[in-house]
Protein backbone atom coordinates (compact mmCIF):
# COMPACT_ATOMS: atom_id res chain seq x y z
CA UNK A 1 0.00 0.00 0.00
CA UNK A 2 1.90 3.43 -1.16
CA UNK A 3 1.47 6.74 0.79
CA UNK A 4 -1.22 7.95 -1.42
CA UNK A 5 -3.50 5.09 -0.82
CA UNK A 6 -2.48 5.36 3.08
CA UNK A 7 -3.42 9.27 3.27
CA UNK A 8 -6.73 8.43 1.63
CA UNK A 9 -7.06 5.54 3.91
CA UNK A 10 -6.79 7.52 6.83
CA UNK A 11 -8.73 10.66 6.05
CA UNK A 12 -11.55 7.86 5.36
CA UNK A 13 -10.84 6.65 8.58
CA UNK A 14 -11.07 10.11 10.36
CA UNK A 15 -14.72 10.87 8.63
CA UNK A 16 -17.22 9.72 10.90
CA UNK A 17 -15.17 10.77 14.05
CA UNK A 18 -15.30 14.55 12.26
CA UNK A 19 -19.08 14.04 11.46
CA UNK A 20 -19.20 13.62 15.86
CA UNK A 21 -16.77 16.36 16.56
CA UNK A 22 -19.53 18.67 14.58
CA UNK A 23 -22.03 17.42 16.46
CA UNK A 24 -19.88 18.02 19.82
CA UNK A 25 -18.91 21.27 18.34
CA UNK A 26 -22.46 22.30 17.72
CA UNK A 27 -23.29 22.05 21.59
CA UNK A 28 -20.76 24.64 22.41
CA UNK A 29 -21.55 27.73 22.28
CA UNK A 30 -18.11 29.37 21.38
CA UNK A 31 -15.59 26.59 21.40
CA UNK A 32 -11.97 27.48 22.47
CA UNK A 33 -9.04 26.03 20.41
CA UNK A 34 -7.43 24.21 23.36
CA UNK A 35 -10.82 22.41 23.81
CA UNK A 36 -10.84 21.45 20.40
CA UNK A 37 -6.87 20.26 20.45
CA UNK A 38 -7.97 18.36 23.38
CA UNK A 39 -10.79 16.93 21.49
CA UNK A 40 -8.83 16.10 18.86
CA UNK A 41 -5.91 14.71 21.00
CA UNK A 42 -8.49 12.44 22.21
CA UNK A 43 -9.97 10.69 19.49
CA UNK A 44 -6.81 10.66 17.21
CA UNK A 45 -4.80 8.93 19.95
CA UNK A 46 -7.95 5.88 20.16
CA UNK A 47 -8.09 6.25 16.41
CA UNK A 48 -4.31 5.69 15.92
CA UNK A 49 -4.80 2.39 18.72
CA UNK A 50 -7.47 0.54 17.28
CA UNK A 51 -5.82 -0.16 14.12
CA UNK A 52 -2.67 -1.66 15.84
CA UNK A 53 -5.69 -4.31 18.07
CA UNK A 54 -7.29 -4.84 14.87
CA UNK A 55 -4.01 -5.50 13.23
CA UNK A 56 -2.47 -7.71 16.12
CA UNK A 57 -5.58 -9.65 15.62
CA UNK A 58 -5.48 -10.37 12.11
CA UNK A 59 -1.52 -11.06 11.93
CA UNK A 60 -2.44 -14.05 14.77
CA UNK A 61 -4.60 -15.64 11.98
CA UNK A 62 -2.95 -14.45 8.63
CA UNK A 63 -1.09 -17.23 8.00
CA UNK A 64 -4.14 -19.57 7.80
CA UNK A 65 -5.78 -17.24 5.34
CA UNK A 66 -3.04 -16.17 2.77
CA UNK A 67 -4.43 -17.28 -0.23
CA UNK A 68 -7.63 -15.69 0.14
CA UNK A 69 -6.38 -12.78 2.51
CA UNK A 70 -7.40 -9.90 -0.28
CA UNK A 71 -11.17 -11.19 -0.41
CA UNK A 72 -11.14 -10.35 3.51
CA UNK A 73 -10.13 -7.26 3.24
CA UNK A 74 -12.00 -7.02 0.28
CA UNK A 75 -15.38 -7.87 1.86
CA UNK A 76 -14.21 -5.81 5.19
CA UNK A 77 -13.23 -2.58 3.51
CA UNK A 78 -16.57 -2.90 1.04
CA UNK A 79 -18.80 -3.60 3.70
CA UNK A 80 -17.46 -0.86 6.13
CA UNK A 81 -17.67 1.39 3.20
CA UNK A 82 -21.21 0.58 2.76
CA UNK A 83 -22.14 0.80 6.11
CA UNK A 84 -20.77 4.33 6.15
CA UNK A 85 -22.67 5.54 3.19
CA UNK A 86 -25.66 3.93 4.82
CA UNK A 87 -25.25 5.12 8.16
CA UNK A 88 -24.75 8.81 6.25
CA UNK A 89 -28.26 8.49 5.02
CA UNK A 90 -30.32 7.85 8.32
CA UNK A 91 -32.17 10.90 10.22
CA UNK A 92 -30.72 11.87 13.49
CA UNK A 93 -33.00 10.58 16.31
CA UNK A 94 -30.30 12.02 18.85
CA UNK A 95 -31.83 15.64 18.71
CA UNK A 96 -34.59 15.60 21.36
CA UNK A 97 -31.61 13.48 23.68
CA UNK A 98 -29.05 16.12 23.22
CA UNK A 99 -31.52 19.00 24.18
CA UNK A 100 -32.89 16.85 27.65
CA UNK A 101 -29.40 15.67 28.99
CA UNK A 102 -26.49 18.09 27.40
CA UNK A 103 -24.34 17.91 30.17
CA UNK A 104 -24.33 14.27 29.82
CA UNK A 105 -23.19 14.99 26.09
CA UNK A 106 -20.17 17.04 27.59
CA UNK A 107 -18.70 14.58 30.09
CA UNK A 108 -15.34 13.22 29.33
CA UNK A 109 -16.78 9.54 29.78
CA UNK A 110 -19.32 10.03 26.94
CA UNK A 111 -16.83 11.68 24.83
CA UNK A 112 -14.78 8.49 25.37
CA UNK A 113 -17.11 6.61 24.47
CA UNK A 114 -18.30 8.23 21.08
CA UNK A 115 -14.33 8.46 20.58
CA UNK A 116 -14.28 4.23 20.44
CA UNK A 117 -17.04 4.08 18.57
CA UNK A 118 -15.99 5.78 15.85
CA UNK A 119 -12.65 3.83 16.10
CA UNK A 120 -14.58 0.36 15.61
CA UNK A 121 -14.25 0.80 11.65
CA UNK A 122 -10.42 1.57 12.28
CA UNK A 123 -9.77 -1.84 14.23
CA UNK A 124 -11.22 -2.78 11.36
CA UNK A 125 -9.23 -1.51 8.89
CA UNK A 126 -6.31 -2.94 11.05
CA UNK A 127 -7.49 -6.12 10.70
CA UNK A 128 -7.26 -5.95 6.97
CA UNK A 129 -3.96 -4.46 7.06
CA UNK A 130 -2.59 -7.46 8.20
CA UNK A 131 -2.95 -9.36 5.68
CA UNK A 132 -1.32 -6.85 3.32
CA UNK A 133 2.39 -5.35 3.16
CA UNK A 134 1.82 -2.40 5.64
CA UNK A 135 3.58 -0.89 8.11
CA UNK A 136 1.21 -1.12 10.51
CA UNK A 137 2.93 1.93 12.85
CA UNK A 138 3.22 4.50 9.66
CA UNK A 139 -0.24 3.45 9.01
CA UNK A 140 -1.64 4.03 13.01
CA UNK A 141 0.29 7.91 12.89
CA UNK A 142 -1.35 8.93 9.82
CA UNK A 143 -4.65 7.92 10.98
CA UNK A 144 -4.31 9.04 14.05
CA UNK A 145 -3.33 12.22 13.08
CA UNK A 146 -6.11 12.49 10.34
CA UNK A 147 -8.24 12.35 12.83
CA UNK A 148 -6.31 14.58 15.34
CA UNK A 149 -6.94 17.36 12.85
CA UNK A 150 -10.58 16.63 11.61
CA UNK A 151 -11.63 16.28 15.01
CA UNK A 152 -10.14 19.42 15.79
CA UNK A 153 -11.49 21.71 12.74
CA UNK A 154 -15.00 19.21 13.13
CA UNK A 155 -15.28 20.86 17.04
CA UNK A 156 -14.61 24.21 15.87
CA UNK A 157 -16.74 24.74 12.70
CA UNK A 158 -19.64 22.81 14.89
CA UNK A 159 -22.08 25.73 14.97
CA UNK A 160 -21.43 26.79 11.33
CA UNK A 161 -21.05 22.80 9.84
CA UNK A 162 -23.33 20.61 11.53
CA UNK A 163 -26.23 21.00 9.43
CA UNK A 164 -24.66 20.40 6.10
CA UNK A 165 -21.31 18.56 6.63
CA UNK A 166 -21.60 15.87 8.66
CA UNK A 167 -23.43 12.97 6.74
CA UNK A 168 -21.82 14.06 3.61
CA UNK A 169 -17.81 13.62 5.33
CA UNK A 170 -19.20 10.09 6.23
CA UNK A 171 -20.16 9.19 2.87
CA UNK A 172 -17.08 10.59 1.48
CA UNK A 173 -15.09 7.85 3.63
CA UNK A 174 -17.78 5.28 2.84
CA UNK A 175 -16.81 5.49 -0.94
CA UNK A 176 -13.38 6.48 -0.06
CA UNK A 177 -13.22 2.69 1.85
CA UNK A 178 -15.20 1.04 -1.09
CA UNK A 179 -12.57 2.55 -3.78
CA UNK A 180 -9.71 1.19 -1.77
CA UNK A 181 -11.28 -2.50 -1.02
CA UNK A 182 -12.13 -2.67 -4.37
CA UNK A 183 -8.62 -1.61 -5.72
CA UNK A 184 -6.99 -4.35 -3.57
CA UNK A 185 -8.82 -6.83 -4.86
CA UNK A 186 -8.36 -5.70 -8.55
CA UNK A 187 -4.08 -5.70 -7.10
CA UNK A 188 -4.49 -8.86 -6.14
CA UNK A 189 -6.62 -10.77 -9.00
CA UNK A 190 -4.71 -9.30 -11.59
CA UNK A 191 -1.46 -9.81 -10.29
Same mark, same amino acid.
Given at each position: ?6 ? #? ?7 ? +? ?14 ? #??? *?? &? ?8 ? *?????? $??? %? $?? +? ?11 ? *?? #??? @? !?? !? %? ?21 ? &? ?9 ? @? ?5 ? =?? @????? +? ?6 ? /?? *? ?7 ? %? =??? %??? /?LGNVMSGWV ?9 VALIFIGCG ?8
Amino acid at each position: MNIITLS #VLSLAMSTD +AFAASITKGSTLKNPR #VLS *AI &KLGLLFGCIE *AIAPII $GWL %I $GS +AGADYVEAFDHWI *AF #VLL @V !GL !G %IHMLLESRKEDDDDEEDEVTPNT &KRSFIATLLTA @VGTSIDA =MT @VGISL +AFMKVNIY /LA *AAMIGLATT %I =MVT %IGA /LLGNVMSGWVGKKAEAIGGVALIFIGCGILYSHTMA
